[in-house]
Each structure stands twice: as C-alpha cells, then as structure tokens.
C-alpha cells in the first residue's frame, strides 16, 4: 500500500487526487477491464485504466480502432464497480470524440453517468485542445495522451518510438502543454524518447504518467495483461514481467484435463451424497 493510500483511507481516490501527485509520489497505474481484475489490483494503485487497448487484449482485434463506445461502457462500469479505492479513468474510442467538441461532450458524458468513472482520456495533442477545453469547463475531466497515439497507427504506419527527430521532438512538447493549457489534471506519455518525457514532465504543471517514456515520469502505466505474462502476441520493450500467469493457467488447465481423463476428478469431496430419506 502507498503512503498515499493509507493517508487517504477508505475514500476513493479522485482526479485531484492523482493531480497532486505532481513530483510528490509517483503515480501507479494498471489497465484494468474487467470487475475481478479490478478488485484483485484495487489496494495496491492509485489509477485504473480502461484502456481501449482491450481490443487487442481481451477481444483479439489487430489495433484499438473498431473498440466501440458500448464496449467502454460496460467494461468501464464493471471496474468501477469492482473497486472502491482507486481513481478509474476510462478510454473514449476512436471516432466517438474527435469529429467535434459537441460529440466528444455527448460521448463523454454517456461514459461519465453510465460507468460512474471519474474521468475519460483521450488521444491528441494540439488538435484536441479546443475538445479538451470544451470538456474540462462543462465537467468533464480529461487525461491527455500524447507520443506515441495507437488510434492514430494508420497515419503514422506503426507504433514506433515517437520523437526521434528534432521537429517531431518539438511538436509533442507543444502538444503537452497545450493539452495541459486546455485543463487536463493528468497526461500519459507514450513510446517517446526517454529525455523527451523527462523535459514534458519538467515543463508541464499536471503529473505525467509514462508507458515506455522515463523514470522521471510523475507516474507510470502498463497494460496488466503485460506485466502478468497473460498476453504476448506482440510484448514492446518497455514491458517488465512480474509473473508468468499465461504459463500458470496453461499447466493448471492441463493438470485438470489429465484428472479428468483419468478420473481422478472429480473426486468424493466434490460430489454430494446421496442422504438416506428418513
Ligand atoms: O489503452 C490503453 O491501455 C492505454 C495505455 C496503454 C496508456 O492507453
């Protein structure tokens, strides 16, 4: 448990929470998508995503882009309501904000009242921030996602580290601060330069929260199933695994298909006797 958490008690934790977590504590963050995954992690961070990296995650699509405002609905509300302590943050889907400030305020507000989540994120930099600002002042509260933006893949033709070069350096950084300018409590920079995050985080008054970025990040975020070993059609470098739960399911299922093919399972205890009718 964090010094943080323990502070805080039982209450959960809110946006302003997270967003005075700038250069105190970092930030901890895991994706989460599903009600029990959210409960078994709930005590132990600060922030729970619903990234709409659930697509390629839990449904096996090639990229983020056909996950539906629907599927964030229901996957946001079985978070929140599998935990009560951390701050849950959930992704708005490609298409479902970037046409206008009034349909991301619609589909902002749909995820809003029908999760009870404390906030959405969204992708984009300086093209976004009339949205962000829109949103921000009719209370909405956003994260910002700038680098390396999975919606954007078939524009940038991959998931490459992003600001290698010196201009593309530049932009993100106008980026991060416009999105900050616009009102949003928190940032996720993602797949950039390591000296590139540690000069956004220097320079911008909200956290930033960093996946495959820099240690000097005011918080970090990986996708669960990665840092768990339960998913690895496609591990980026910047993932750390901390167990090999992928290996654990497939020894266990065998050893449950061996009982039962034997017989040995199920067992007496496992079944329920019959009771002599007085
Ligand atoms: O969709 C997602 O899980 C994300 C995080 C990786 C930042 O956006």
Redesign the pocket.
């Given at each position: 448990m964090t010094t943080k958490t323990a502070k805080i008690g039982s209450r959960r934790l809110s946006v302003r929470d997270m967003a005075a977590q700038k250069n105190t504590t970092p930030i901890v963050?895991v994706?989460a998508y599903t009600a029990p995954m959210a409960g078994f992690m709930d005590d132990a961070v600060d922030l729970l995503?619903?990234?709409?990296?659930?697509g390629m995650?839990l449904y096996g699509m090639d990229s983020?882009l056909p996950v539906t405002l629907d599927m964030m609905i229901q996957h946001g509300a079985a978070v929140v309501r599998g935990s009560k302590h951390a701050c849950v943050i959930v992704?708005m889907p490609f298409g479902s904000y970037q046409a206008s400030p009034a349909e991301a305020f619609k589909s902002c507000a749909r995820v809003l009242a029908e999760t009870g989540c404390a906030g959405v994120?969204l992708?984009g930099g300086q093209e976004m921030s009339e949205t962000i600002r829109f949103l921000t002042t009719r209370g909405i509260p956003v994260m910002g996602?700038v680098g390396l933006t999975?919606q954007s893949v078939n524009q940038f033709g991959g998931y490459g580290t992003r600001g290698k070069s010196k201009a593309e350096a530049r932009m993100i950084i106008d980026d991060a601060e416009a999105v900050a300018d616009a009102g949003a409590f928190a940032i996720?920079i993602?797949g950039t330069v390591e000296p590139l995050a540690r000069a956004i985080t220097a320079k911008i008054p909200v956290p930033t929260?960093g996946?495959g970025a820099s240690p000097a990040c005011d918080g970090q975020?990986?996708?669960t199933e990665d840092l768990l070993g339960l998913f690895s059609t496609f591990t980026p470098k910047f993932v750390k695994r901390y167990a090999e739960l992928g290996k654990a399911v497939n020894r266990a299922v065998a050893t449950y298909a061996a009982d039962v093919r034997a017989r040995r399972f199920p067992a007496p205890e496992h079944c329920v006797a019959a009771k002599p009718k007085p």
């Amino acid at each position: 448990m964090t010094t943080k958490t323990a502070k805080i008690g039982s209450r959960r934790l809110s946006v302003r929470d997270m967003a005075a977590q700038k250069n105190t504590t970092p930030i901890v963050c895991v994706t989460a998508y599903t009600a029990p995954m959210a409960g078994f992690m709930d005590d132990a961070v600060d922030l729970l995503l619903v990234g709409d990296s659930l697509g390629m995650v839990l449904y096996g699509m090639d990229s983020t882009l056909p996950v539906t405002l629907d599927m964030m609905i229901q996957h946001g509300a079985a978070v929140v309501r599998g935990s009560k302590h951390a701050c849950v943050i959930v992704d708005m889907p490609f298409g479902s904000y970037q046409a206008s400030p009034a349909e991301a305020f619609k589909s902002c507000a749909r995820v809003l009242a029908e999760t009870g989540c404390a906030g959405v994120k969204l992708e984009g930099g300086q093209e976004m921030s009339e949205t962000i600002r829109f949103l921000t002042t009719r209370g909405i509260p956003v994260m910002g996602h700038v680098g390396l933006t999975p919606q954007s893949v078939n524009q940038f033709g991959g998931y490459g580290t992003r600001g290698k070069s010196k201009a593309e350096a530049r932009m993100i950084i106008d980026d991060a601060e416009a999105v900050a300018d616009a009102g949003a409590f928190a940032i996720v920079i993602e797949g950039t330069v390591e000296p590139l995050a540690r000069a956004i985080t220097a320079k911008i008054p909200v956290p930033t929260i960093g996946i495959g970025a820099s240690p000097a990040c005011d918080g970090q975020v990986l996708v669960t199933e990665d840092l768990l070993g339960l998913f690895s059609t496609f591990t980026p470098k910047f993932v750390k695994r901390y167990a090999e739960l992928g290996k654990a399911v497939n020894r266990a299922v065998a050893t449950y298909a061996a009982d039962v093919r034997a017989r040995r399972f199920p067992a007496p205890e496992h079944c329920v006797a019959a009771k002599p009718k007085p």
